[in-house]
């Protein structure tokens, strides 16, 4: 199981970015797949994650109506569309999954349970 992010970059407060996770290895058709966030000199956090197939999802409260997780899976993607972006939406994104087994939507909640993990891609927000 392999997963890579891209999209990153640098926006004004108030705009609009999408990340994009492009996935490889899914041994199953209902894996959860989560983006998560990680910003200098603070602990990574759950941003927003899908359970694929069943289109199960979850937002973190700061981002609920702003953030929208989606997938095609027949091109094996999972996006992360970002509106109204904030300066404390800045961060290193990240794509991560549970290649052995399927955790709930609520196990978003605990970046742990998850052990495949994408490189990063840095999320901006200044003017």
């Known amino acids: 199981v392999q997963l890579v992010e891209s999209g990153g970059g640098w926006v004004q407060p108030g705009g609009s970015l999408r990340v994009s996770c492009t996935t490889s290895?899914?041994?199953?058709?209902?894996?959860?797949v989560g983006w998560f966030r990680q910003a200098p000199g603070k602990e990574r956090e759950p941003v927003s994650c899908?359970?694929?197939?069943?289109?199960?999802?979850y937002y973190r409260d700061s981002v609920k109506s702003r953030f929208t997780i989606s997938s095609d899976n027949a091109r094996n993607m999972v996006y992360l569309q970002m509106n109204r972006l904030k300066p404390e939406d800045t961060a290193i994104y990240y794509c991560?999954?549970?290649?052995?087994?399927?955790?709930?939507?609520?196990?978003?909640?605990?970046?742990?349970?998850?052990?495949?993990w994408g490189p990063g891609t840095q999320v901006t927000v200044s003017s």
């Open positions: 991560a999954t549970v290649a052995d087994w399927t955790p709930s939507i609520t196990g978003c909640r605990t970046p742990e349970l998850f052990d495949t």
């Open positions: 290895g899914f041994t199953r058709d209902d894996m959860t």
């Open positions: 899908i359970r694929l197939g069943r289109n199960d999802v």
